[in-house]
């Protein structure tokens, strides 16, 4: 494919996935600048593992983030003070807690993410 040509139609949650995995990957490299807004990787990670039909765990979380995890701690209980998300019990383990995203969160970053997506789209010709 060369560079002109458009890249097929994607979904938001495609793009949500890309910008977690982008996310997760300059945190485990060490190149987050200190000011990089760890919740926005999270609620990212949150929307891409949820269309995954995965749940991820505050641990997992908190790691994903790329913050300390005192910080990353933190934020997910803004968050979840704010009902951005909600923390569930595993029924698997019910030592740990699972985050998921509020369905207001939810509806939010999908309409983001796609309008996100149509102006890429649009930029790019």
């Given at each position: 494919m060369d560079l002109g040509t458009p890249l097929p139609p994607t979904q938001p949650a495609d793009l949500a996935e890309a910008l977690a995995v982008l996310a997760e990957r300059r945190a485990l490299g060490g190149k987050l600048p200190p000011?990089?807004?760890?919740?926005?990787?999270m609620l990212l990670?949150?929307?891409a593992?949820?269309?995954?039909?995965?749940?991820l765990s505050v641990s997992?979380?908190?790691g994903l983030s790329g913050a300390p995890l005192t910080t990353a701690f933190r934020a997910v209980?803004?968050?979840?003070d704010r009902r951005m998300v909600m923390r569930l019990a595993d029924p698997r383990d019910h030592r740990r807690s699972l985050v998921a995203l509020s369905d207001p969160t939810r509806n939010a970053l999908a309409e983001a993410l796609g309008d996100f997506l149509a102006a890429l789209v649009?930029?790019?010709g």
């Amino acid at each position: 494919m060369d560079l002109g040509t458009p890249l097929p139609p994607t979904q938001p949650a495609d793009l949500a996935e890309a910008l977690a995995v982008l996310a997760e990957r300059r945190a485990l490299g060490g190149k987050l600048p200190p000011s990089t807004d760890h919740a926005w990787a999270m609620l990212l990670a949150l929307f891409a593992a949820e269309r995954r039909s995965e749940r991820l765990s505050v641990s997992d979380l908190c790691g994903l983030s790329g913050a300390p995890l005192t910080t990353a701690f933190r934020a997910v209980l803004r968050m979840e003070d704010r009902r951005m998300v909600m923390r569930l019990a595993d029924p698997r383990d019910h030592r740990r807690s699972l985050v998921a995203l509020s369905d207001p969160t939810r509806n939010a970053l999908a309409e983001a993410l796609g309008d996100f997506l149509a102006a890429l789209v649009k930029a790019s010709g």
